[in-house]
């Protein structure tokens, strides 16, 4: 299975466009998807005390083990999302924060810190507002990979096949943004 975690309040945005270019790889190669639109969902991004509290007692809340069961089941989670202040959505971080919970996504063993979720590869899609020559020379898209690609996914166990930046997205014209749709789609295609 393949879970899509998309994360983008407007309808009308282009993440909506690439949730819709994905949704149709997936349906033309006949796999079995579960969309998690975070603000469909109405998503509580918000790791309380009473979170804690429920995680040290040795339970999860069930918001969030409906959300882990859901990627117990996938091989392959695909990220949507805008980069927003160099930095994914509130809401996404929130969910990481919440469902990527030590004993699931992580644990200690003999002293280390081991990822749990090695049986998972990941994508991760990124609309960007500032264009490829804003974030390449200067290091922030080699930062956002360290963030994201090492810091989460690696750290959790999990193997991004793919990180796929989609620059200057608010300042190009369609026949770009068309591109960029085929870009995603040809990528996908070779992952799955």
């Not at 975070?38 to 009473?50: C, E, I, K, Q, T």
């Not at 090695?118 to 264009?131: E, M, P, Y």
């Not at 996914?153 to 591109?179: Q, S």
Request: with cysteine; net charge negative.
């Amino acid at each position: 299975m393949v879970t899509v975690i998309y994360a983008h309040p407007n309808p009308k945005s282009f993440n909506h466009s690439i949730k819709e270019e994905v949704i149709g790889v997936l349906r033309s190669k006949g796999r079995h998807y579960e969309l998690r639109d975070l603000y469909a969902l109405g998503f509580n991004p918000v790791l309380s005390a009473r979170d804690f509290e429920t995680f040290l007692s040795g339970g999860v809340p069930e918001d969030v083990k409906r959300e882990q069961e859901i990627i117990k089941a996938s091989e392959l989670l695909l990220f949507i999302y805008p980069i927003w202040w160099t930095g994914m959505p509130a809401i996404l971080k929130g969910y990481i924060d919440r469902v990527f919970s030590y004993g699931f996504a992580y644990e200690e063993k003999e002293g280390e810190l081991v990822g749990l979720l090695s049986d998972k590869r990941a994508v991760v899609i990124n609309t960007l507002g500032a264009s490829a020559l804003d974030y390449g020379p200067s290091g922030m898209e080699e930062c956002l990979r360290k963030t994201m690609d090492t810091g989460i996914f690696k750290f959790c166990g999990i193997e991004v096949v793919e990180h796929i930046f989609l620059y200057a997205v608010p300042y190009v014209g369609e026949e770009e943004r068309k591109n960029m749709l085929h870009q995603v789609k040809k990528s996908l295609e070779e992952v799955l």
